[in-house]
Nanobody, 121 residues
Framework: QVQLVESGGGLVQAGDSLRISCVAS????????MAWYRQDPGKEREVVAA???????YYRDSVEGRFTISGGNAENTVYLQMTNLKLEDTSVYYC???????????????WGLGTQVTVSS
């Protein structure tokens, strides 16, 4: 089992910056990658940024150049530095960690409870 706890969300104005954090605990040795997702009511949860244990990163197009993911399993902590925040960035942000599935049918996913980020004009 892996437990994830997010923190750092809040209310900011468009153009501001914010850093959110996720701390992993439990059986963290299994983690091969961590990521940030976000989800609005009635919408699909979407990946925002991801980082592998080797340091490879991924960003969705809408945040490329504005958000930076750092940290990872080695630190049991992952960060998302968000800059030039836009109204459409408003969402609940969820921390995700994945571990190999022993059956080889896909990764096991673990989730935090989320942290609210609200961007106002």
């Amino acid at each position: 089992q892996v437990q994830l706890v997010e923190s750092g969300g809040g209310l900011v104005q468009a153009g501001d910056s914010l850093r959110i954090s996720c701390v992993a605990s439990g059986d963290t040795a299994c983690i091969s990658a961590m990521a940030w997702y976000r989800q609005d009511p009635g919408k699909e949860r979407e990946v925002v940024a991801a980082i592998t244990n080797s340091g490879s990163t991924y960003y969705r197009d809408s945040v490329e150049g504005r958000f930076t993911i750092s940290g990872g399993n080695a630190e049991n902590t992952v960060y998302l530095q968000m800059t030039n925040l836009k109204l459409e960035d408003t969402s609940v942000y969820y921390c995700n960690a994945r571990c190999p599935n022993p059956a080889g049918l896909g990764d096991l996913h673990y989730w935090g409870l989320g942290t609210q980020v609200t961007v106002s004009s």
